[in-house]
């Protein structure tokens, strides 16, 4: 796999931190143009169903870094591998999707009961 966050079932942190850059060239992709958002959508690996599709924040667009945090219950999920696509969406006008999408493993959270 091209990249592995690890997360645990039901947990809501950490946030995501990523930063965009172009593929052929390995700069950041400017993200300064106020109406610029950057749009992020999960699902589980080798399905089409989109689990939740989430606005990330700007940390540096200068440098093409934004944060993602998990929306409420996000990953209240099953264990498992899934993955995050990125895309952006240049001044209001134009896409532009990420080709790598984000692999996630979900890892289970022990039972606290027992």
Same mark, same amino acid.
């Given at each position: 796999?091209?990249?592995?966050? /690890?997360?645990?079932?039901?947990?809501?942190?950490?946030?995501? %931190?990523?930063? &965009?850059?172009?593929?052929? #060239? =390995?700069?950041?992709?400017?993200?300064? /143009?106020?109406? #610029?958002?950057?749009?992020?959508?999960?699902?589980?690996? =080798?399905?089409?169903?989109? $689990?939740?599709?989430?606005?990330?924040?700007?940390?540096?667009?200068?440098?093409?870094?934004?944060?993602?945090?998990?929306?409420?219950?996000?990953?209240? &999920?099953?264990?498992? $591998?899934?993955? $995050?696509?990125?895309? &952006?969406?240049?001044? =209001?006008?134009?896409?532009?999707?990420?080709?790598?999408?984000?692999? %996630?493993?979900?890892?289970?959270?022990?039972?606290?009961? #027992?």
């Amino acid at each position: 796999m091209r990249n592995l966050v /690890h997360v645990v079932q039901k947990d809501e942190r950490p946030d995501l %931190i990523m930063q &965009i850059t172009d593929v052929n #060239t =390995g700069k950041p992709v400017d993200l300064t /143009h106020p109406a #610029t958002t950057v749009v992020c959508r999960f699902r589980k690996k =080798g399905t089409t169903k989109v $689990l939740f599709t989430q606005t990330a924040e700007m940390v540096d667009a200068f440098e093409g870094t934004v944060s993602m945090s998990w929306p409420t219950d996000a990953l209240d &999920i099953d264990p498992g $591998l899934y993955e $995050l696509q990125v895309t &952006i969406n240049f001044e =209001g006008v134009e896409e532009q999707t990420v080709p790598y999408p984000v692999n %996630i493993k979900v890892w289970e959270r022990f039972d606290a009961s #027992t």
